[in-house]
């Protein structure tokens, strides 16, 4: 289908865009990065512990990293589900991990009234993936002068995605990423379509591939999302191998005990030795 398409669906001007989070630079040409947290803040205490612990294995492997959590997560399948501490409670624990680690960070905003306040306190806004046609949202995202992350919907094909892409540069914001997150096959079930690397990265923006909501079971527990997290190895060297500028991961210490995404997240003890892959692949593909 891609082939039919092309023609009417890339810039074709060769343009690369670069820029900064924190102290490192992203975009083609540049070291992987890693974006990884818990799905949700479920304490102070335990984002604190997963920020320093995954910052200390980015450090001893020189991985560019950026914390990522949200203070909200009002996507949930079920009214029951937690969705985290909430903007003012949740912001407060990501101002901490700041002063305290120094880290670039990264939040879901789900509503207009939401980006101010974050943008103050985090590096990089996300646009949820049920979110990336809403055009108020990217707007003021866009607005804020952060980086503007979007995930790209299940629902969305990569070439369609550059209409979001669109919007937040017309606010005049070039610090844009796109996040592949899989995309609906049926019911409960999500593929992740390895041309859409290749496609995507046309744009010209870093192109991030989030390989743990890729392995998702969306509303497959009836109230709430499964998962098969042991293919996540599998999805992230293939993402890492076709190319992709940046890798993002739901880490947890006891996946079995999160309150949000456990079925998906990566369990902490593995993502040492699996980034240590990536980063052999990494290494070949950039010098291929």
Request: hydrophobic content about 40%; glycine content about 10%.
């Amino acid at each position: 289908m891609w082939g039919a398409q092309k023609r009417h669906h890339t810039y074709g001007n060769g343009m690369e865009i670069n820029f900064k989070i924190g102290n490192f630079k992203v975009g083609q040409g540049t070291e992987i990065f890693l974006i990884a947290g818990p799905c949700v803040i479920e304490s102070e205490k335990h984002a604190l512990k997963m920020a320093e612990s995954i910052a200390k294995i980015c450090e001893r492997l020189k991985v560019p990293y950026v914390f990522k959590a949200s203070y909200d997560k009002a996507n949930r399948t079920s009214v029951r589900s937690f969705r985290g501490p909430g903007l003012k409670k949740g912001l407060a624990v990501l101002r901490k991990i700041k002063r305290t680690l120094g880290l670039p960070l990264l939040t879901d905003v789900h509503e207009l009234s939401h980006v101010g306040p974050a943008a103050e306190i985090c590096d990089v806004l996300q646009i949820p993936a049920f979110l990336c046609r809403q055009t108020d949202l990217l707007l003021e995202a866009g607005k804020s002068r952060r980086v503007v992350n979007i995930k790209k919907g299940q629902f969305v094909s990569p070439w369609e995605i550059r209409n979001a892409v669109e919007k937040v540069r017309s606010t005049g914001n070039e610090k844009i990423m796109v996040t592949e997150r899989g995309a609906m096959f049926g019911y409960n079930n999500l593929v992740v379509d390895m041309r859409s690397f290749p496609i995507m990265r046309e744009m010209g923006y870093p192109v991030v591939f989030d390989v743990t909501h890729s392995v998702q079971i969306p509303a497959g527990a009836g109230h709430q999302s499964g998962g098969q997290a042991q293919f996540i190895p599998h999805l992230a060297r293939a993402g890492v191998a076709a190319g992709v500028d940046g890798v993002f991961m739901e880490v947890h210490d006891r996946p079995e005990k999160a309150l949000s995404d456990g079925a998906n997240a990566l369990h902490l003890r593995l993502l040492p030795r699996l980034l240590g892959k990536l980063l052999e692949i990494n290494r070949v593909v950039k010098t291929a």
